[in-house]
């Protein structure tokens, strides 16, 4: 497997993005069948248009409540409160929130990588926008790709981001392993891969987290089975999560 790194120039609200990462893809002389091509959530959203002045934004009566326990400005505070699609808890300096049915820091809202005085929200419907992407790019390209959308994430009690594919397309996100044998012939019961959470932290390590203009990645000679429609999904519900089910929010 080789994961190549595309340097894009800044990419602004309204660019071709498709256009720009097939421009970028001659670096690697182009995008080929069984590609899968790893792009971050930030230019997404940013090409979107979903960057945020926060000078424009008025903080709710709620906003300042939650603002007093976390910290963090009043109009950045009531951007998460807006996006987030359920709140779990608030603590000094972060709002933990389930967005598009991921648990996710600030419900996404993010200041890094965004112009002074401005946030960048999460992609609109990443699903549905990596599935655009993938269009784009396999018809220009004249190849069989797949597409996911990256995102940070931190995990339990683990100090450090890692990538999360909050968006696919063009291949199966998950791998279901039951039945497979292990070192000893004993078949495994309940272990699921999620390849496309594994390939969205390996290209994180191209991207980086700053300066180093590197936003998309493409993973070359995975064994990743690229499919118009998959056919699992990587979210589940509450109920089926390990932490989710132990723990009682309010």
């Known amino acids: 497997m080789r994961i190549l790194g595309l340097s894009l120039p800044l990419v602004k609200p309204g660019d071709d993005l498709p256009a720009m990462i097939l421009d970028a893809a001659q670096q690697v002389g182009g995008l080929r069948d069984g590609d899968v091509v790893v792009v971050s959530s930030k230019v997404v959203a940013t090409a979107q248009g979903r960057v945020m002045?926060?000078?424009?934004?008025?903080?709710?009566?709620?906003?300042?409540?939650?603002?007093?326990?976390?910290?963090?400005?009043?109009?950045?505070?009531?951007?998460?409160?807006?996006?987030?699609?359920?709140?779990?808890?608030?603590?000094?300096?972060?709002?933990?929130?389930?967005?598009?049915?991921?648990?996710?820091?600030?419900?996404?809202?993010?200041?890094?990588?965004?112009?002074?005085?401005?946030?960048?929200?999460?992609?609109?419907?990443?699903?549905?926008?990596?599935?655009?992407?993938?269009?784009?790019?396999?018809?220009?390209?004249?190849?069989?790709?797949?597409?996911?959308?990256?995102?940070?994430?931190?995990?339990?009690?683990?100090?450090?981001?890692?990538?999360?594919?909050?968006?696919?397309?063009?291949?199966?996100?998950?791998?279901?392993?039951?039945?497979q044998p292990d070192l000893y012939g004993k078949p495994l019961r309940i272990t699921f891969r999620a390849i496309a959470d594994q390939l969205a932290t390996a290209a994180q390590v191209v991207m980086g987290e700053g300066n180093e203009r590197m936003p998309v990645v493409v993973v070359r000679d995975v064994k990743a089975e690229l499919v118009e429609k998959p056919k699992l999904l990587p979210k589940i519900s509450p109920k089926r999560c390990i932490y989710f089910s132990g723990l009682r929010f309010k």
């Open 53 to 179: 002045e926060l000078a424009k934004v008025r903080p709710s009566a709620r906003a300042k409540k939650i603002a007093a326990k976390s910290g963090q400005a009043l109009e950045f505070v009531e951007l998460v409160l807006r996006e987030a699609g359920q709140i779990l808890g608030v603590s000094k300096g972060v709002i933990l929130t389930v967005k598009n049915g991921i648990v996710c820091a600030n419900a996404g809202v993010d200041a890094s990588n965004a112009p002074p005085g401005h946030v960048v929200l999460m992609p609109a419907k990443p699903d549905r926008a990596a599935e655009k992407l993938r269009l784009a790019l396999a018809s220009k390209a004249n190849a069989m790709i797949g597409v996911i959308i990256s995102d940070s994430s931190v995990k339990p009690l683990r100090l450090g981001t890692v990538g999360q594919a909050i968006g696919v397309a063009g291949m199966e996100p998950v791998i279901d392993c039951r039945g």
